[in-house]
């Protein structure tokens, strides 16, 4: 059986070909390696296959390994995003969440459209964000790398109910609830970005939050 590397997330793949979508990052095939079964190692650290690869700036056509390097060099967080459907609660681990005005306090979340947390967020208007600190290795491993279709990742986990109704995770260094202002968010692709009013937020813990770079370096 082949095996496939996603070059962004180092997701592996098993089959002939690649799959349409990753399902860890939501990138297409096109971004998957083959890679030879006894070397599978983790994805390479920041600085350096990147530096290997990096081509020089031209105007034509670049290839798209690298650019997805030069994307990798974007600097992200990571975060637990949660929402509710009824009596249910589903959460899953996010990169793409960011501060996009101050005032009013708005953020913005790329939620791809197949996750199951992305129904709730769309049912409900409501978001709870955990903002993870360094020691979020487990929370990340917890919501990131399966689906809430599959099972229930809130199971055994010390978790609030937030004034919106949303699960709070607990075990970050913050948290924010927000509602989603439907007609700012708007459909990009296999991703949707969602625009949010901040209702509520606090420091749970004076620490360095976890960024997507420190957990690839880390994990
Ligand atoms: C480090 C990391 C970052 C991720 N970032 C995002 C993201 O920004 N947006 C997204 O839609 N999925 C992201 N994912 C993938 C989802 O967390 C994953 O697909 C999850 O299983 C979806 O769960 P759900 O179907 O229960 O909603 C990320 C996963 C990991 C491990």
């Not at 919106?164 to 989603?180: F, H, Q």
């Amino acid at each position: 059986m082949k095996k496939w590397r996603c070059t962004v997330c180092g997701y592996i793949h098993e089959g002939d070909t690649p799959p349409d979508v990753c399902p860890v990052c939501g990138v297409g095939p096109e971004f998957f390696e083959l890679v030879e079964e006894d070397k599978i190692s983790p994805p390479p650290r920041a600085g350096e296959a990147e530096t290997k690869k990096a081509v020089p700036v031209t105007n034509g056509q670049q290839d798209p390994k690298s650019m997805q390097s030069a994307l990798f060099k974007i600097s992200y967080g990571l975060f637990i995003v949660t929402s509710v459907k009824g009596e249910k609660i589903n959460g899953q681990c996010a990169n793409t969440v960011f501060q996009i005005t101050s005032d009013p306090m708005r953020v913005a979340l790329g939620i791809n459209k197949s996750n199951l947390t992305y129904e709730f967020i769309q049912e409900s208007g409501l978001v709870g964000i955990t903002v993870l600190g360094e020691n979020g290795h487990d929370l990340v491993r917890r919501f990131g790398y399966s689906t809430g279709r599959d099972k229930d990742k809130f199971a055994g986990l010390e978790y609030s109910q937030g004034t919106t109704g949303v699960p709070i995770v607990s075990g970050g260094i913050a948290y924010l609830e927000g509602k989603i202002l439907r007609d700012k968010s708007i459909d990009v692709g296999t991703h949707y970005l969602f625009v949010a009013d901040v209702v509520k937020g606090a420091v749970v813990e004076d620490k360095d939050p976890m960024t997507y770079a420190y957990f690839r370096k880390t994990k």
